[in-house]
């Protein structure tokens, strides 16, 4: 027979004297741990904190050498608006509109070249790898780039629309998908105004080529028609009085730059000649003057006895020449009595009405 001995009973408190010591060990682990890496904590701490304040700092100070840059180029154009030179060639509100955007453009890319710059530099502190985030974005930048693409043209076109002052605030232009006074220029839509009155969102990217009628001079061309049979010599003096004239008279004195110059014959019908008359004017103004020039060549004639053609139909308002194989009817071989088909064609016998 065996005899095994029991186990030795467990003292009451061996647990919770285990579990003191397991705790007080892992609290000393911690505190040694801390203890060893507290330094560096601290250190990339000071570094990420004195990299967040330049940055800040930095952004602060060009964000506001841009704006006051931008203020001193509108105050210099207003102060230019109200010499008489100033008022022919600056444009407060077209020049403050470019200030503008390129003050925009400028600041935006500077804070994103300084936060992003700033955030790469942090992660690096943190000991975090950059080339997966890099290679993310590269990814997502060239989705984007995809998706968007219509985005970034206009932008684009619009910033170097904007560099290149190819157009402002005031600017009667011909952009060819409409034609108009521009109204607001934007990185992304220039706003006209048609000559009905309608507003004309156009994409900047959309914009291939651009008629600038308000830059330099612009040319007035009237073209006088008058009868055939009438003095030439005795109109081109006329029209030139008239032009001389006008270019006398508030307020075209300042609109028209050079004389009225008759340019001579364009045209010449059996019942009309056309007079072309020609002037340089103010950039925008040559349809206002062309009205004008109409005007008081109509009535100097007529005081004359000058008189004027009627102006011709076009090809497309001629009446139209009637056909006349129209009203002839198509030839029949039974037209003819004597045609082997009237010949061969049997009459219907008439019915007996006596049987």
Do not use: C
């Amino acid at each position: 027979m065996f005899w095994s001995a029991s186990p030795a009973a467990t003292p009451p408190g061996a647990h919770r004297r285990a579990s003191l010591d397991d705790a007080t060990e892992k609290a000393t682990n911690a505190a040694g741990w801390v203890e060893e890496n507290w330094a560096t904590w601290l250190t990339s701490a000071l570094q990420i904190a004195l990299i967040i304040i330049i940055a800040v700092i930095l952004r602060h100070v060009i964000r506001r050498t841009i704006t006051k840059l931008i203020e001193r180029m509108n105050r210099t154009a207003t102060a230019a608006q109200g010499t008489a030179l100033g008022g022919l060639l600056v444009n407060a509100e077209r020049r403050r509109q470019r200030s503008e955007a390129i003050g925009s453009v400028l600041r935006s890319v500077a804070s994103f070249v300084i936060m992003g710059t700033a955030a790469l530099t942090v992660l690096s502190v943190l000991k975090i790898n950059l080339a997966p985030l890099l290679a993310s974005a590269g990814v997502a930048g060239v989705a984007i780039g995809f998706g968007a693409r219509n985005l970034v043209t206009d932008f684009l076109s619009g910033v170097f629309m904007i560099l290149e002052d190819q157009y402002g605030v005031g600017d009667e232009i011909d952009a060819g998908v409409a034609t108009g006074t521009v109204v607001e220029v934007g990185l992304r839509v220039t706003k006209l105004r048609g000559p009905n009155g309608a507003i004309w969102y156009i994409r900047n990217g959309e914009v291939k080529r651009i008629g600038n009628l308000s830059q330099g001079w612009s040319t007035a061309t009237v073209d006088v028609m008058i009868a055939p049979d009438q003095d030439l010599d005795r109109a081109r003096e006329i029209i030139t009085a008239t032009g001389e004239e006008m270019s006398k008279a508030e307020p075209w004195n300042e609109q028209l730059w050079e004389a009225v110059e008759v340019l001579g014959l364009s045209e010449v019908h059996l019942d009309s000649v056309t007079i072309t008359v020609s002037a340089k004017t103010m950039p925008g103004k040559a349809p206002g003057i062309e009205r004008e020039l109409r005007w008081r060549i109509k009535k100097a004639l007529d005081t004359e006895g000058i008189t004027l053609a009627p102006r011709p139909l076009s090809t497309e308002e001629e009446p139209p020449t009637p056909d006349p194989s129209a009203a002839v009817a198509a030839p029949s071989a039974l037209a003819s009595p004597t045609s082997p088909q009237s010949l061969a064609t049997t009459p219907i016998p008439p019915p007996n009405l006596g049987k």
